[in-house]
């Protein structure tokens, strides 16, 4: 059977029941504590929490959630059951049915016969597993469905009670395994042995709450959820290697391809008779990896240096390295990941319009890497070549975690190239230049928000006080103190002269997101008035206010006046909209490819950065303002409304981050389908209202992606302006129209090249000029010619050697030259020295005349026998100096 029917019989089952099918969420929502969704219940958190109520009539649903899970990335390929990437297949009730009603809709989805809809499994290889405590579960399973009581096992907290890992929903749990066989493992059950007997379903019994805690077994439980609620996650590829008949999920039908690919590619065989099991995890790596890559990069997610950016680059990267490593020796990505495109298309047919983009994505960060893979293994082997020539058998940990952090080298990648070489990696070294970077990584990007490193401290806003804003319609509300925060930690009050961040029940405040910046303004009291310099967001829902007590002291309870400074709050709607202008203006120009990467938006100014690989021509780029501009001169008129994530897709509206749905979503449209997005920021009324957008250009932002910046509304108009009196400065200052400026510009520079040319020729034939001179000043020391002279002031390096060159060439017999200038400006003197064969043939070696002449004036050089150079300090010292060699000559 193939994954896809086994899909579809689940959704069928679960709908016949009554349950209403949700599709699968993004990959990527925005929660802090995520960076992919991981199973299948995340996005229903809040109903199970109790915060919002199931937008399901029939308080059931239904979902085949995409998944990654990247912590055990190294596992991949090693043992077969790890994915990257899978399908979980799930179904919820919240409130409704509980442990009756799950166990036996699994129950009979599993072992109805396939003509019932079921998989058709036999009910005499299906073992359970119950919570060491839960009794009435084990009494369902063995009185109710009958499996026999000696495949039931209990198991501890560790195994059997499920949590997000952190505080949230919980609750003991009972999984269905397959028996695949004696050949795959000891007797006894899936307590003795989790290979042979495979985990296909985990029913989750979710009425519990969890509190802070280490894991899976060390924490707290808090509490009752208001409804006992139901969570199950079956393993769509699981179940399919079992109804497929194969020993892994590298063989079923979604990955099983792209491994046949693979061989053709590199000329090596998958689990070939004298294929070693390296490289059979190799092939596993490059079927894992393609997929996951394939499906994040659908996601909206491009390659990068950190987060989920960077857990796709490495995705990629370990590809590549794998395929190298095969025997591969040209590109391979895009063979990948169309075949994995194929594979999953039935599934999930939004492939099909982002294939271009996909392959984009994916095949350019190959490129990249193709491009540091041989400057990294060049430097590689210098570093190996150092090591064994200073006999020491170490590569630093310092040089692997360049070539991990400058050339993109998976450590592991360094690793096996060490061992080739008979090296070993100072790892501990590695380890701790990595950990470092990592912490600084954090703590910056923490403390950019929030100044400190612990949220903790908002946790219980974030679950029982959520911010109302009410910032859409008003600039001005009341609101209370419901929180302050100082250095990190709860406070009751805080006195003027002190930096607060201020929690309210109401505010109109604007938070920053979605690339809009937080409002400024001031919060006011009778008493006291707070100047507000950034407004951030934590987990979505608390707005938390950074304020300065400028007068007076706030306390929590205080009911306070909240005003947004109106000047600040229009420029950051000037230029929201105007992102929008000039999103819509370049998929317009460069094609809907030009996915929306990122984006600021600050009063005057905006940043707007998107997946494109080539640098934008003037031609483009003039376009894309010109659009925008003609949409701001057309005046369309700005609507909002909210509607279901659904309908805003099927009007055509830009989703690219994964909204939570079931949510209500926000629309911002703009003259229709010239721009409709998904949009959570403020906005003018009118495109008019933008006021000119003037682009200033485009610059590249890593791998792939490119950024224009512009400003926006008056501060465009001041750019223009400028720019406009400064031509017409040019303009006079040239004695031209400021349209032939560009023209005469041009001619200028051409001509101060060439004069530049003339007079760099004019210098060298005059320097050049006076080694006839020179030569004749030449005096006979022992058998020996030698010049030692000082020239004129300010002769460079470059110019001594032309000339001692061009004197020791008018010289016969043993000669020796040696020039010294005074570099007024630095205050050093440039020497050199050269000697001709014979005078190098009868001992006279330039590289030690010139450590001599260097002595006697505080100077140092060195070179080759016939032509030495060096730099001194102190000019008094040149005539001893050029005595000294004199002696020297002389024997
Ligand atoms: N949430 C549970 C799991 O991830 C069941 O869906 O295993």
Known sequence: ?????????????????????????????????????????????????????PPFESGTATSIQKCVRTLDIDEVGITTRHNTFFQMAGNFSFGQYFKRGAIKHAWSLLTDPLDKGGYGLDPDRLWVTVFEHDDEAEEIWRDEVGVPAERIQRLGMEDNYWSMGVPGPCGPCSEIYYDRGPEHGKEGGPAVDDTRYMEIWNLVFMGKERGAGIGKDDFEIIGDLPKKNIDTGMGVERVACILQGVDNVYETDLLRPVIDVAEDKTGATYEGEDTSEADNIRFRVI?????????????????????RGYILRRLLRRIVRSARLLGATGP????????????????????????????????????????????????????????????????????????????????????????EAGLEVDMAGF???????????????????????????????????????????????????????????????????????????????????????????????????????????VGKKVWVHKA????????????????????????????????????????????????????????GFLRFDFNYGEQLTEDQLREITDIANQAVDTDWQVNTFETSLDEAKAMGALALFGENYGDQVRVVEIGGPFSMELCGGTHVEHSSQVGPVSVLGESSVGSGARRIEAYTGLDAFRFLSKEQALISGVSTALKTSSEDVPGRVAQLAERLREAEKLVERLRRERLLSQGGDIAQSAELVGATRLVARRVGDDTTGGDLRTLAADVLGRLDGPAVVALAARDTAKGKVPFIVAANEEAVSGGHKAGDLVKLVGSYIDGRGGGKPAMAQGSGAKIDGLEAGFAALRDELRG
């Open 1 to 53: 059977m193939k994954t896809h029917e086994i899909r579809e019989r689940f959704t069928k089952h679960f709908v016949d029941a009554g349950h209403t099918n949700v599709p699968s969420a993004s990959l990527v929502l925005d929660d802090p504590n995520l960076l992919f969704v991981n199973a299948g219940m995340v996005p229903f958190k809040p109903y199970f929490l109790g915060q919002q109520n």
């Open 287 to 307: 079927a894992d990896h393609s997929r996951t890559a394939m499906m994040i990069i659908l996601d909206g997610v491009t390659p990068g240096n950190e987060g």
């Open 332 to 419: 391979t990505m895009e063979a990948f990941i169309d075949t994995v495109m194929d594979t999953m298309a039935p599934s999930f047919p939004e492939i099909d319009e982002n294939r271009e983009r996909i392959r984009s994505v994916a095949t350019r960060e190959e490129q990249l890497f193709l491009k540091t893979l041989s400057s990294g293994t060049r430097l590689f082997e210098e570093t190996a070549q150092a090591a064994k020539a200073a006999g020491s058998s170490k590569v630093s940990g310092e040089r692997a975690f360049e070539l991990h952090d400058t050339y993109g080298f998976p450590i592991d990648l360094t690793l096996e190239m060490a061992e």
């Open 431 to 537: 380890d701790s230049a990595m950990a470092e970077q990592k912490a600084r990584a954090k703590a910056d990007s923490q403390k950019k928000k929030h100044g400190h490193e612990d949220l903790s401290v908002y946790r219980e806003f974030v679950d029982n006080q959520p911010t109302e804003f009410l910032g859409y319609d008003r600039l001005e509300s009341g609101g209370n103190v419901i929180g302050l925060v100082r250095d990190g930690k709860l406070v009751g009050e805080a006195p003027a002269g002190t930096e607060v961040e201020v929690i309210l029940d109401a505010t109109p405040f604007y938070a920053e997101s979605g690339g809009q910046l937080g409002d400024r303004g001031v919060i006011a009291t009778p008493g006291a008035s707070l100047d507000v310099r950034d407004v951030q967001k």
């Open 548 to 603: 300065e007590v400028t007068s007076g002291g706030i306390a929590v309870g205080d009911a306070v006046d909240a005003k947004v400074d109106g000047q600040w709050r229009h420029g950051a709607r000037q230029a929201h909209s105007a992102t929008h202008l000039v999103h819509a203006a370049v998929r317009q120009v460069l094609g809907p490819t030009a996915v929306q990467a990122g984006s600021m938006n600050r009063p």
